[in-house]
């Protein structure tokens, strides 16, 4: 079973840019995909413990569970995605502390809104006009990544 996050920067920006900032070493780089130039993918199970696909989109809606069961929403006019994927006995040791790691680089390199969710349900993470907001507290401490990203 996988354990899924997404990382959703709004704005049209460079795919190449993003998978710099995503990667911890350039072997790490999410690269083309076949003949799609806006899906770059990097299998990086070994290193972090996750796959990751880097790919952009316009007119997008997202939504997912905020804290006390709040609906969150936002549509973004354009939109990259920034997806890990991880194996279920990878999550703890290697996917999320590597992957936190990766979201606090884009976060400090780039300035755009933002949200993180983990399997497309639940908001982990919004940054709203520079604003950065963690939510669900208990899942940062169940993973001791408190300090990764700080608002």
Partial sequence: MA???RLTLAGDLPLDHVADLVAAEPA???RPSGTNPRLLTARLYDTCGYALTVSSGSQGYFDAEGDNGARWEW???TYVDIDFSMRADDVVDKGI???MQAVARVLAARQEDAALVQNGNWLLLTRVEGTLR???PTWWSHYGIDDLVTP
Avoid: Y
């Fill in 28 to 30: 790490e780089k999410p």
């Fill in 75 to 77: 549509e973004p006019e």
């Fill in 97 to 99: 502390p590597n992957m």
């Fill in 3 to 5: 354990v899924e996050f």
């Fill in 134 to 136: 963690r939510h669900r």
